[in-house]
């Protein structure tokens, strides 16, 4: 089983970048799928962008355009670049890890089988 450590979170203004990591234990990351998902106070955990084990990319409509992911499977991590940044982004978010190759599966918690343990993302306006 992968374990997974996100970092990079923090505080940042409205309009702002930050970049999160998520890195992970295990010789076959390479072959999961990754995700990215969020979770505001009070509300349910959603999706926010995948990247597939052949670096296919999926985005939530609310991000598309302002994040990116990507993974660089010689050093076990996955990123999630994320720009002009908005307060409504503000929330922890989590890594996981899907062993899943049906992109129609990334976009559910239930389809993921390792998860970080959360990095908070405050965005001021």
């Known amino acids: 089983q992968v374990q997974l450590v996100e970092s990079g979170g923090g505080l940042v203004q409205a309009g702002g970048s930050l970049r999160l990591s998520c890195a992970a234990s295990?010789?076959?990351?390479?072959?999961?799928?990754m995700g990215w998902f969020r979770q505001a106070p009070g509300k349910e955990r959603v999706f926010v962008a995948a990247?597939?084990?052949?670096?296919?990319?999926y985005y939530a409509d609310s991000v598309r355009g302002r994040f990116t992911i990507s993974r660089d499977n010689a050093k076990n991590t996955v990123y999630l670049q994320m720009n002009s940044l908005k307060p409504e982004d503000t929330a922890v978010y989590y890594c996981?890890?899907?062993?899943?190759?049906?992109?129609?599966?990334?976009?559910?918690?239930?389809?993921?089988?390792?998860w970080g343990q959360g990095t908070q993302v405050t965005v001021s306006s």
């Open positions: 996981a890890a899907s062993t899943s190759t049906y992109s129609g599966h990334y976009y559910y918690t239930s389809r993921y089988q390792a």
């Open positions: 295990g010789r076959t990351f390479s072959s999961y799928a």
């Open positions: 990247i597939s084990w052949n670096s296919n990319t």
